[in-house]
């Protein structure tokens, strides 16, 4: 980690991730865009074809600034451009197709570059077109939504969905530099925002007593967007997400399951109210309780950090309980969840600020009680 003042503008922080000769580094800065292009000509000096993958939605302020700079900046390299429909049908294999299409079209090769401009849905539908273009091109991502920058654009997963099973296809794949700049965030609605802040809360959980304690002391800059508050929240966030993953790359050694937290109410209480009531970030926010109450029923951990978990969650205007939330419906979608083992459910359930541990052996009782005391 570094904080040094670039000479081209505002503070940038650099998070290093080692993954061996995959190993790469996620700029944070705000202002950033405006330097994109020396920075991604840095990361690849022989980009001679980029193409730009944009969701929609950010094509016009961001995708657009970048494309134009890339031009500015470099003669040689021919730059493709595409946007993609808002939202998760996009990551469909219908558009993955499309994609591909284009790509080949556009006379992509191997040494093309994708750019992903956008949330977690174009990161990564655009990285799964990148891991599968002549088995794999290199890839540039530019989250746009809080949670994309502190979640999906770190640990190399992409893929897209079949009809009714999630995430079910894909690659792991990992990108030759990552680009954020808070400032792209000034467009993002709301309760989008506010829903990134759910997973940053998580990492404070499950890693980092002390960030967790700045959450708690800088939460209304946080909310109001500050740049200086994000970009360091953003920086520990992807710096713990970078750890967990460069220990267990490829999910085999089970470490990477820490970053479950809260995910296997979070996934039941989505499937269970219907996917888009709920944000991710939301549903997070609450499963994060319910874990937290589990784990205090089952002797792990006390009040005090469930109401702490609370305090922080109100402080960043997220939902800490859901009056519909029905046990019965949501039970048999958690033993479907992939943390089951031999039909027996299993938790990630916090034991005290900044530690957790993989439970069993969890009765159905303490389930629904902890779901009952969220409600
Ligand atoms: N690969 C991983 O490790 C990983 C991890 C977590 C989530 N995900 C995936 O990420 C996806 C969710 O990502 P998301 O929450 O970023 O959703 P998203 O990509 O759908 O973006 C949310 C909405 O915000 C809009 N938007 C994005 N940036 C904007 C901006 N700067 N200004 C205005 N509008 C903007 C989008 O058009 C969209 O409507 C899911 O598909 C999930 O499976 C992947
Ligand atoms: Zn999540």
Redesign the pocket.
């Known amino acids: 980690m570094n904080m040094v003042p670039t000479p081209q503008g505002p503070p940038s922080s650099t998070v290093h991730v080692p993954l061996d000769d995959r190993s790469y580094e996620i700029d944070i800065t705000s202002g950033l865009i405006k330097n994109a292009a020396n920075r991604i000509l840095q990361a690849i000096p022989d980009l001679s074809h980029a193409l730009v993958i944009a969701d929609v939605a950010v094509d016009e302020p961001w995708a657009n600034q970048i494309c134009l700079e890339l031009s500015a900046g470099s003669k040689e390299t021919r730059i493709s451009r595409q946007t993609v429909s808002s939202g998760e049908p996009s990551k469909s294999i219908a558009e993955f197709e499309r994609l591909l299409t284009w790509v080949l079209e556009e006379g992509g090769d191997r040494r093309s570059v994708i750019i992903a401009v956008g949330g977690g849905v174009i990161g990564d539908l655009a990285g799964y077109v990148a891991a599968s273009f002549t088995r794999g091109i290199r890839f540039v991502q530019v989250p746009t939504t809080l949670?994309a920058m502190v979640?999906s654009s770190v640990g190399g997963k992409t893929g897209i969905n079949l009809p009714g099973a999630k995430n079910m296809v894909g690659a792991f794949w990992q990108p030759n530099l990552v680009l954020i700049d808070t400032e792209v965030l000034s467009t993002l609605p709301e309760r989008s925002f506010l829903s990134g802040l759910?997973?940053v809360i998580?990492y404070g959980v499950i890693d980092d007593p002390e960030f967790f304690s700045w959450l708690e002391t800088n939460a209304k800059s946080l909310v109001a967007r500050d740049n200086e508050a994000l970009r360091y929240a953003i920086q520990i966030s992807c710096e713990c997400k970078a750890r967990v993953v460069g220990e267990d790359e490829r999910e085999t050694s089970g470490r990477r399951a820490i970053?479950?937290y809260g995910?296997t109410f979070?996934h039941a209480i989505e499937a269970t109210t219907g996917y888009g009531k709920l944000l991710?970030?939301e549903a997070?926010a609450i499963g994060m309780q319910m874990a937290a109450r589990l784990a205090i029923d089952l002797g792990l951990s006390d009040e005090t950090l469930l109401q702490r978990q609370t305090d922080l969650l109100n402080a960043c205007q997220l939902p800490t309980r859901l009056p519909e939330a029905d046990p019965v419906t949501m039970l048999p979608v958690m033993m479907r969840d992939k943390k089951v083992a031999h039909g027996e459910l299993r938790f990630i359930l916090p034991t005290q600020l900044g530690s957790v541990q993989l439970v069993g052996e969890v009765s159905d009782d303490a389930v629904v009680k902890a779901i009952n005391a969220s409600r």
């Open positions: 949670l979640d759910a997973e998580k970053l479950n995910h979070a991710h970030g997070v």
